[in-house]
């Protein structure tokens, strides 16, 4: 493109701009900046999770914005900004956190070390409050199923039966009943953090990711609560350009289906 540019320069000023770029220092602009598209386009793919890669594509760009002996003064001035500005303006939640660690591939974070006892923290806060739900479920359909079981004889014989309480008064009114604890309750996620996959094929679709659905799938039993985490966090999408897409196809579609539509009034 850049050479084609002369034939469509009729504005002699125009001209004088072009004949004054530095095509060498043009050329390192652009090969800098080849690696921010490709990770531009690689949280907007959705046939397959994509929320994992976040975070260590930062980091990448983060590392790719280190300053080398032989970059010219404006490839380091551009570095040192757009490393700024990835630091400063890309936030990372507690999302993509678990998600990275929920990687089986990634949960190393040898990329950015110092953001994966930060990451075991969230995954932690996330696991703890899964087994709350669980423990309230069970409990919940204890009462239920010792209330149908009920022996009608047993109960008062007073004029008035008391009202039975609300599933919900049952489970914030009775106190839960203390469940045998392990000496370590986060023993699965340490298994999992310290199991070594990497042995794991690459996704058939994606030469650079693995299947993360299908490993997940396949190691449900071994741990069965992440696996439910895993299940959550895989349906997060990494941006909005997927559902950004889908309200431009159906637009297209709209407008095409009204130019029919007047077609056929005319």
């Known amino acids: ?7 469509v320069l009729i504005n002699s000023n125009a001209m004088e701009n072009y004949n004054a770029i530095d095509k060498d220092l043009l050329d390192d602009i652009c090969n800098f900046l080849e690696p921010f598209q490709d990770v531009i386009n690689a949280p907007s793919k959705d046939r397959q999770p994509c929320l994992h890669r976040v975070m260590p594509h930062r980091q990448c760009l983060i590392k ?12 380091m ?10 630091k400063n303006d890309w936030y990372i939640n507690d999302y993509y956190r678990r998600a990275t660690i929920l990687h089986s591939k990634l949960k190393n974070f040898e990329l950015c070390r110092d953001a994966k006892e930060r990451s075991i923290d969230v995954l932690k806060q996330k696991y703890d409050k899964l087994e709350l739900n669980n423990s ?3 409990k919940i ?10 022996n009608p004889s047993q109960t008062s014989t007073t004029a ?12 914030f009114d009775s106190k839960l009943t203390n469940q045998p604890q ?36 396949e190691n449900w039993h071994t741990f069965p609560q992440l696996a439910k985490l895993a299940k959550i966090i895989c349906a997060i999408p990494a941006s909005n350009t997927i559902v950004e897409r889908l309200f431009f196809q159906q637009q297209k579609m709209l ?4 130019e029919c539509v007047c077609n056929l009034r005319r």
Request: proline letters at 3%; charged letters at 20%.
């Open 64 to 75: 790719h914005c280190y300053q080398k002996e032989a970059d010219s003064i404006v490839i």
């Open 255 to 258: 407008s095409q289906t009204k």
């Open 77 to 86: 001035q551009l570095k040192s900004f757009l490393a700024q500005r990835i």
């Open 182 to 217: 392990s000496s370590n309750s986060y023993q699965e996620i340490e298994n999992y953090l310290n199991a070594d996959y990497n042995d794991i094929p690459h996704n058939d679709d994606d030469l650079d990711d693995i299947d993360i659905l299908s490993f997940w799938q």
């Open 160 to 171: 008035t039966t008391p009202k039975r309480k609300s599933l919900l008064t049952q489970c």
């Open 1 to 7: 493109m850049y050479q084609n540019l002369p034939e």
């Open 141 to 150: 359909a204890s009462n239920v199923l010792h209330n149908n079981n009920a």
């Open 136 to 138: 309230l479920t069970q």
